[in-house]
């Protein structure tokens, strides 16, 4: 694949942050959008969304870091480089969570409405930003004899080199992008605040426990499970009980 788009004189651009930064900004867009037709102010949304972007990816950095603590141990100047990969989505969700609750009780707005607006838009930036980690060859899978095995040859590609593996950046792409296209239908015919956000949370969760099996950077945390499976199944079975819940309330 292609980790380094291009260089001027030291300094390299690297395709991994080009479709990071694609996705924030497309997701970013698309919520100010949504944001609007729901009669928010889009600029409250941008900021809350910038903030939210920022402790994500610093959450997102923390538990990858935690995850692989020994290494970081030996090289600790490595935490920095971001730019190589290395982000937990789901510790990235749990921070973005509290920056944004906190933006939601300061300009006192529904936290359920405002979780509708910003569901769809994470969909998209992340299956913008998986992209980027095809490139960079990071989140990288099992090796396998499928028809559609890839394999990485660039000498700078974080995954292992002349080997067919699971292309588990694309699945990831892919499953994102199912459901960023079914909340957006969702989202036109939802019968209470809420139901998008929370099936965001459920599908997502869901994706990843399937996912993660197919992946060869996987860490186990407890058994076979990796720290992103478990934090996974906690949170799909708990948007799971809210979302019947709230369903029934407002039946």
């Not at 359920?112 to 569901?119: E, H, K, R, T």
């Not at 478990?230 to 708990?238: E, K």
């Amino acid at each position: 694949m292609h980790p380094d788009l291009f260089s001027i004189g030291s300094i390299t651009i690297h395709t991994y942050g080009i479709f990071v930064a694609g996705g924030i900004f497309s997701g970013v867009f698309l919520a100010m959008k949504l944001a609007e037709k729901e009669g928010i102010s889009s600029t409250i949304i941008s900021d809350m969304c910038f903030w939210m972007v920022i402790s994500a990816i610093l959450g997102a950095r923390l538990v990858y870091v935690l995850m692989n603590l020994r290494y970081y141990l030996r090289f600790p100047l490595d935490i920095l480089q971001i730019w190589k990969g290395g982000l937990v989505f789901s510790g990235g969700l749990i921070t973005a969570c509290f920056v944004g609750g906190w933006y939601i009780k300061k300009y006192r707005l529904s936290f359920w409405l405002v979780g509708d607006i910003i569901a769809p838009s994470v969909a998209l930036g992340q299956a913008i930003g998986r992209i980027g980690c095809f490139m960079a060859g990071c989140c990288y899978g099992k090796p396998t004899d499928v028809p559609w095995a890839v394999t990485f040859h660039n000498p700078n590609s974080l995954a292992p080199l002349n080997v067919p593996l699971h292309p588990t950046q694309l699945y990831h792409c892919l499953a994102c992008t199912i459901i960023f296209l079914c909340l957006m239908i969702l989202r036109k015919h939802k019968s209470f605040e809420g139901q998008v956000f929370l099936w965001y949370l459920l599908m997502h969760s869901l994706q990843r426990i399937i996912i993660e099996r197919f992946r060869g950077d996987l860490v186990p945390f407890i058994g076979q499970m990796s720290a992103t499976q478990f934090i996974s199944v906690a949170i799909l079975l708990t948007s799971g009980i809210i979302l019947i819940l709230r369903g029934r309330k407002f039946k």
